[in-house]
């Protein structure tokens, strides 16, 4: 008798599937996507740019051994299901198959689910139902938009300039990095002064004059107003107010990657990557089943049957006090809400019990997805938050304080929050209190921040530019095109990242822009919605890309390469700096007839400090283009380790990354380590 056939994306998530269903299935894996656009057509696109964007798909290289063994599984079957990833490009894959491998709508179903356990996958067969078109093509019509800008533009960068690619969400994330640091550049810090009152269990800050805000801008102003005040205070008013402590959402794919990079050090990448494993299945003593819920989603939604089972956990392990609430969610432009929030399959597989089948990061992200998750359904916790009101000759001091009456989510939650409590004394209204110093300090205003990888994912989704499955691809294509770097975990462009954003939006700013970009993702959540045919959205956007493209082909200047000022050894015409994907390179200018490359190393002597911790390589001094020096690995851009504080030498005696000097302290790059200079 003929087996039923259910096709899956991963090989893994095969086997754990299999061993749900029994021996009336076979379940198989397309490894993924099977087809792609071809580089055929007009500009190699793929694309029938005359017959409605038509596209020309051809199998994937190295996937036709695949595409022949399904279609063979296909043949023997009873009934074939396709359960790809629960997305627009997992509806996508299914649909490719199913072209692909010849079905027809009564030999298929499609099949859903959010989490890999026996239940849910048992379930889904219950609710399978046909592709669903509009979804397809929302995915078809991203990746032809992609296909179109990627391949023009990157085309036009490496022509023109030393840029080797551009996209429809990079450059638009490349943009917001360099506008940053041109504001860092151009910010002029201004110095004001504080001053603080010293007590014996508390400090106080000078806040207002006669009940008005100040701002004190010098030196002299600042002594002027130490010199007035006198050592005794009046406490003018005490303010005590219990607050609550919001309870968190459970995480959206975004907020995932923010807190892995935040709290646990993980890249985008690598966090996706870990969840992708916890997703898909660990072997446990008895079963192997899926730890977490889809990973790839941007809904705060949780199951009614998830948030029954947490309460009850909750109920059993910390008291009825802590049984909190579902949050309503605070719904978004650009939600897609198909799926759940990122969660654990069951509350009731702690991170402890799971611990000795997982390694030491899979564990790591299990423990705040699953923590996250249990917070998110408890009691928001309770503050006392009091603020006391001291005066002194029309000088008014505030001094503030946090108490934490009651834990709540906190009880679990407590260590991947920022929260101490800062108690202050009990003062009684209008009596008085000695100061044993009063002094001011000095201060200067701060520019912006540099992005790091967890403040550019929350930018980019709350510009609603590029979706939640995008953000650590588009991460990862800046770093491998060397147009960014990365100094003390945060973005510093380099210097063709530079030029080829100002190249791009000298001729492409209406379409490489925020607004732009963001108007695009919500004509693509159209067409899913089927509110928006896919092919016109195209060819509105065709229609108004192409002659810029051809323009920018015409007028923009091609960058020269600059003369080192020696000549070429072999053939006496100028060496030229270059550019290639692994940075500057020095050459001879009568390429391709000659083609001498210098060995820098022969010329450069490198000022080595140390071994790299992260990789075999040295870390030596190097300089910005502004030449401003930093400390970074000569394996860049194989390995991004940099930092602008100069290493001692040393490893950290917990971590075993590298010490550097700030200021009078020693301290670690990576953890909380630091101690005096005195004490090397």
């Known amino acids: 008798m003929s087996k039923k056939l259910v096709i899956v994306e991963s090989p ?17 894996s397309s490894v993924g996507h099977i087809r792609d656009l071809s580089t055929s057509g007009k500009f190699g696109l793929g694309v029938d740019l005359e017959n409605n964007f038509k596209p020309d798909y051809k199998i994937i290289k190295g996937k036709s051994k695949i595409v022949k063994e399904l279609k063979k599984d296909v043949n023997d079957a009873s009934f074939v299901y396709l359960a790809t990833d629960p997305d627009r490009e997992g509806e996508a894959i299914s649909w490719h198959l199913y072209d692909t491998l010849g079905l027809n709508k009564d030999n298929y179903k499609r099949i859903v689910f959010n989490e890999i356990t026996k239940d849910v996958i048992l379930k889904s067969f219950d609710n399978a139902r046909m592709i669903d078109d509009d979804l397809v093509k929302s995915q078809e019509a991203r990746r032809i938009l992609d296909r179109i800008i990627g391949f023009r533009l990157s085309k036009l960068m490496q022509s023109k300039t030393g840029g080797k690619s551009a996209g429809r969400v990079q450059s638009v994330a490349l943009k917001l990095i360099v506008d940053r640091e041109r504001e860092i550049q151009a910010f002029i810090p201004e110095e004001y ?10 400090d106080a800050k000078l806040d207002t004059y006669k009940d008005k805000k100040i701002e004190i801008k010098t030196e002299e102003d600042a002594k002027k107003i130490v010199d007035s005040l006198d050592k ?16 968190p959402y459970p995480f959206t794919t975004s907020t995932l990657q923010q807190a892995a990079s935040n709290k646990l050090n993980f890249t985008s990448k690598k966090t996706m990557s870990i969840a992708q494993k916890l997703y898909e299945g660990i072997t446990l003593k008895d079963e192997t089943v899926g ?51 990122i969660r654990p399959t069951s509350i009731n597989r702690t991170p402890e019990n799971v611990k000795p089948y997982l390694s030491n990061d899979e564990y790591k992200l299990y423990s705040i ?53 800062k108690i202050l004394p009990t003062l009684v209204k209008d009596n008085k209190i000695m100061s044993e110093k009063i002094e001011y300090s000095s201060h200067s205003t701060k520019p912006p921040s540099r992005y790091t990888e967890s403040s550019l994912i929350k930018e980019m989704e709350e510009l609603g530019i590029g979706r939640p499955s995008t953000y650590a691809k588009t991460i990862d294509t800046l770093k491998e095109r060397a ?8 973005f510093v462009p380099t210097e063709v990242g530079i030029e080829t954003t100002d190249k791009l939006q000298e001729f492409f700013k209406d379409i490489i822009n925020v607004k732009y970009t963001k108007e695009m993702e919500d004509d693509l959540d159209k067409i899913a919605d089927g509110d928006l045919v896919w092919y016109k959205l195209l060819d509105r956007f065709y229609k108004d890309f192409e002659p810029k493209v051809e323009e920018a082909f015409s007028k923009m200047e091609k960058k020269a390469p600059v003369e080192t000022g020696e000549m ?50 040295k870390i030596v001094e190097k300089k910005t283009r502004r030449g401003k020096i930093f400390y970074g690995c000569n394996n860049y851009p194989k390995c991004d380790f940099a930092t602008w504080d100069k290493p ?7 971590c075993k990354s590298i010490l550097v000097e700030k200021k009078d302290k020693i301290k670690c790059v990576n953890c909380e380590y630091e101690k005096e200079k005195t004490d090397i």
């Open 12 to 28: 893994s998530k095969s086997k754990t599937i299999e061993k749900y269903l029994g021996n009336d299935y076979k379940v198989v």
């Open 193 to 202: 002064f504080e001053v603080d009152a010293y007590f014996k269990d508390f």
């Open 232 to 247: 005794e205070f009046v406490i003018r008013d005490i303010e005590e107010k219990e607050k609550a402590k919001n309870a």
């Open 291 to 341: 730890l977490i819920s889809y990973m790839r989603t941007d809904s705060v939604r949780l199951s009614d049957e998830f948030v029954k089972s947490t309460y009850a956990f909750i109920d059993s392990n910390y008291g009825k006090d802590y049984v909190g609430y579902v949050k309503k969610s605070k719904k978004t432009e650009n939600v897609q809400d198909a799926h759940e929030a």
């Open 369 to 421: 997805i699953y923590y996250r998750a249990l917070a998110s359904l408890m009691k928001n916790a309770k503050v006392k938050a009091t603020k006391i009101i001291l005066d002194n000759n029309d000088y008014q001091f505030k001094a503030t304080g946090q108490v934490l009456v009651f834990d709540g989510y906190l009880k679990v939650y407590q260590k991947y929050e920022n929260s101490e409590d």
């Open 483 to 490: 147009y960014v770097q990365i100094v003390e975990k945060k």
């Open 568 to 617: 070429c050894p072999q053939c006496g015409n100028p060496l030229v700096i270059k550019q290639s994907k692994y940075g500057k390179f020095v050459a001879c200018s009568n390429y391709p007839e000659c083609k001498y490359i210098k060995n820098e190393k022969e010329d450069k002597e490198e000022v080595i400090i140390m071994d790299c911790p992260k990789c075999d390589g």
């Open 648 to 654: 001692t030498g040393e490893l950290c005696p917990n």
